[in-house]
DNA sequence: CCTTAATCCTGGAAGC
DNA sequence: TGCTTCCAGGATTAAG
């Protein structure tokens, strides 16, 4: 069982950053392992002498963006530094005083003026950062190719996502280009919720499934930001406390378990080349 | 249009 | 106990 930062995760981590870092100017970045980095490598890219503007957060990418002090190096657009935590990411604050013991899998160290730190740890490196001019140019590149936030995704833009393909619906909201935000545990938990089969054809789902998908979609996911996110293993948000969701979970990691509501034993296959569990009793 | 499989990577768990 | 093997997964790419 590995760890997934989908949107719950990544909108904690945003809210400890909002705190603990905006406002904050980057003294100096350490680069421990260049290859995380896509895009221009060079401290200047990475916020060095700048303040941190805000966080933004588009499904599971975060977006680090920077204000150029007048008159410093190259003053006018902001920066930015688009960050994907991938499976095993984390970024994290340490304030002034406390201390951090880089590892092998702490690859970027952002220092603060007034001590405090930033760092992103990634033992898999299926995460990385892509730096960019401008949050413009992140949003007219990368950021263009996803779909709606899972947050703010109208029925309408979600139905409209799912039914212009056969392919099955678990497939559809596994991609980002649908919906923006959602991975294999949540998906598999929204479409508990809904009673709707992981397999059915996306040309399959009616207006009112769309409806209940965004609903369910929406309480879902508020739920797990509440409860700090889904920790199986490696998650841990901006100050390092893990999440309480993965309590809660009613079909992810417990296949061959009987189901909460009929009681019937879950069932594991495979959709779009992910392990998925759900009930065939109460999902069709 | 769609699916599958390989790729990247590490560490936890299971098997012998 | 200490090996080896398998497996997890997000995103991308290639192949069928």
Redesign the pocket.
Known sequence: ??F???LPEVENVCIGLNRSVVGQTVARVSVRRA?VVRGLCRPRNLLRGQAIQRIDRL???FALVGKRSVGGEASGSPACVCI?L???GSLRFYPSGQRLKPD??THIVWQLEGGGKMAFRD????GGLWTFDSVASLEAS?WS?LGEDALTITPGKLHAGLT?????IK?AL????VV?GL???YVDELLFGCGISPLRP??EVSRPDSRLLVRRMRALLAKAIRLGGSTL??YVNATGQSGGFQGQHQV??RSGETCNICGKALV?T??????TVYCPGCQN
Not at 123 to 126: A, L
Not at 174 to 177: E, K, N, R, S, T
């Open positions: 069982m590995a997934m930062p989908e290859d499904g599971k990418q994907h991938g499976m095993t092998n899998h033992p898999r490196r299926f990368r190719k212009t393909t056969r392919r099955a497939a596994l991609d980002q280009a923006a991975g294999n545990i996306g040309s293993r490696d992810y990691g594991s495979t959709i779009a080349g992910r392990t």
